[in-house]
């Protein structure tokens, strides 16, 4: 979490749970969001990151729990009366005025002075790198220009969070890769509260001091992007952020901090701890952590088969297939380990480049020693 934000939290979300009918949307979750933070709610369609943020504005009310905003229960208060704005995907801008008029709709509904809203909607437009578009109509401007008309028009009004709905999610990949720099500096700026709803990883990682990743109504994780990828807490985020290898193991033996893998692919040796004998686990290896031997190497016994070499510029991403059939990914620079096609090879990676994880899975795991069909020489 960066320095300029305060530990009390500006929101703060108490066991909130939502239900339509008997579908069960957002279940039991808890979260404070800080001053000047820029926090992502990142998700599949369906996992609740937007009805959970249109909670937080007041568009949806809750089913059970407490929303609190600086201190002050939301309870029944509507969004009028919270100093919160949204930014939505659709821009959601009046067709029939032009720039300054959308922008400065909220200060004319407040009664501002005249001499102020010029004032107030010159400095935002200039913020958001507007200037001289004041008389433009929105279907005079492109969508990333609309985009900036959306959220100037948030703004200026001082909100104390900006509530943002996937509002690059019409952009082109380009643009939107722009406008992802342009808001996080914005937000930098202005040390507005941010709150951001997408489902695209890359995005959340780009602008994010910490991202909650939902999945089924809850929290998986949350944490700084770095923390998430190098750290992942469960299965689903490990296989939702980035590229995984993720390897189903049971846990034969622990000497000290070290653990003694068994899995179909083979035997590996990590140093970790908080496990048991005989529970099962995942463990999640990065593809560019993957190292590749000609011969064993101590501590792990995972043999496999070079299927492929990919270029792809800066990288070539290689596949390589385990005794049991399991593909497992490598990446590395065109002069790093690379083998050809079909050359027998030893997986292996470096002290603390794994990361072992919990599974609430009671299963009965069977070792297998060799999968039927596969083409690796003995």
């Given at each position: ?17 939502k239900?339509?009918?008997e ?13 000047g ?8 369609s ?23 905003l ?31 008029d959308?922008?400065a709709?909220g ?5 501002m ?17 507007l ?18 008309v ?33 808001l ?30 939902m ?68 463990l ?49 620079f ?45």
């Amino acid at each position: 979490m960066t320095e300029k934000m305060d530990k009390k939290p500006i929101i703060s979300l108490r066991n909130v749970i939502k239900k339509y009918g008997e579908n069960l949307v957002v279940n039991k979750i808890n979260l404070d969001i800080y001053q000047g933070e820029f926090l992502t709610l990142l998700g599949a369609s369906g996992c609740g990151k937007t009805t959970t943020l249109r909670m937080i504005a007041g568009f949806e009310d809750i089913t059970e729990g407490e929303i609190f905003l600086e201190d002050e229960n939301m309870a029944g208060k509507p969004p009028y009366h919270r100093n919160v704005n949204t930014v939505f995907q659709s821009y959601a801008l009046f067709p029939h005025m032009n720039v300054f008029d959308n922008v400065a709709f909220g200060l004319v509904e407040k009664k501002m002075k005249k001499a102020e809203i010029r004032k107030k909607v010159r400095e935002v437009l200039e913020l958001v790198q507007l200037t001289g578009f004041e008389r433009r109509k929105p279907d005079q401007m492109s969508g990333g220009q609309k985009q900036r008309v959306a959220i100037a028009r948030a703004i200026v009004n001082n909100p104390r969070v900006l509530l943002l709905d996937e509002p690059l999610g019409a952009l082109d990949l380009k643009l939107r890769r722009q406008m992802q720099l342009d808001l996080k500096h914005l937000q930098q700026q202005l040390n507005i509260t941010f709150v951001y709803v997408t489902h695209d990883q890359e995005e959340a990682m780009t602008m994010s001091d910490r991202i909650a990743i939902m999945n089924g109504g809850v929290f998986e994780q949350i944490g700084t992007a770095e923390e998430i990828y190098e750290h992942p807490k469960t299965k689903f985020v490990a296989d939702f952020i980035g590229e995984s290898n993720i390897f189903e193991t049971s846990i034969h033996a622990v000497e000290e901090k070290m653990l003694k893998l068994i899995m179909e692919q083979g035997d590996v040796t990590v140093r970790e701890q908080g496990f048991e004998v005989n529970e099962i686990a995942y463990l999640c290896v990065r593809p560019e952590n993957i190292k590749i031997s000609e011969f064993p190497v101590e501590g792990f016994n995972l043999k496999g088969i070079i299927k492929e070499n990919i270029y792809v510029g800066s990288q070539i991403k290689t596949t390589i297939e385990m005794i049991n059939g399991y593909l497992v990914k490598k990446t590395a620079f065109p002069d790093g380990d690379m083998k050809p096609a079909g050359s027998i090879v030893y997986l292996y990676w470096d002290d603390g480049k794994s990361v072992l994880m919990h599974t609430k899975e009671d299963k009965i795991y069977n070792y297998i020693e060799s999968a039927e069909g596969g083409s690796i020489p003995s």
